[in-house]
């Protein structure tokens, strides 16, 4: 019995292993393809329906946004009702307690979620965070390696967006999850 948890064990470390290479090489293609950080006008922003801002800022056709440049994270997959950020926790995001700080992971959920709702959004239409719920689960540290930051809607309607999310690493480890309740506006 020892024998086949030892192997099950040596199994499960492979694959996060090659989970977590599959992740970073997608990273390095996706980064290579971002613009440079900034911001849309409101004119493009009015433009467009949500999930084709994504699909333009993942071709470099529109900035990359700036707060991935501060946390160094990037979306990596985007479709309507789904956004998915990934991001390697690093020291210097430390608290004096020795793990990442909470605002890290909560950075994280906040955009997976608001940009899940955005992505149902149609043209002329914006929104805007009103409350994050974030529960923590296990400490992030230098050593996790790659996460990523789920989001997916779970109701879209003419004035609110309520999503819900979790951080997980490439072993599928749950470091924390969060809702989110979004205000939606016409632009």
Known sequence: MYMHVYFFAMENQLNSENVR??????????????????VVTLEQLRSMPGLEFFERMGRGELPSAPIGTVFDFIPVEWK????????????AYYNPI???????????????????????????????????????IRPLTEDTGPVRAEGKVVSVGRQVGIA?????????????????????FPL
Request: charge should be positive.
């Open 21 to 38: 290479a599959q992740w970073l090489a997608e990273e390095a293609e996706i980064r290579a393809r971002l613009g440079v950080p900034g």
């Open 80 to 91: 309507k009702g789904r956004v998915v950020f990934q991001g390697t926790p690093k020291k």
């Open 98 to 136: 020795g793990s990442v700080h909470g605002g890290y992971a909560a950075t994280l959920l906040d955009s997976c979620l608001g940009c899940a709702v955005h992505s149902m959004l149609p043209e002329h239409t914006g929104y805007t965070t009103v409350e994050l719920k974030v529960n923590y």
């Open 164 to 184: 819900e999310g979790r951080i997980h690493d490439a072993s599928g480890k749950l470091y924390a999850f969060a809702t989110t309740s979004c205000l939606i």
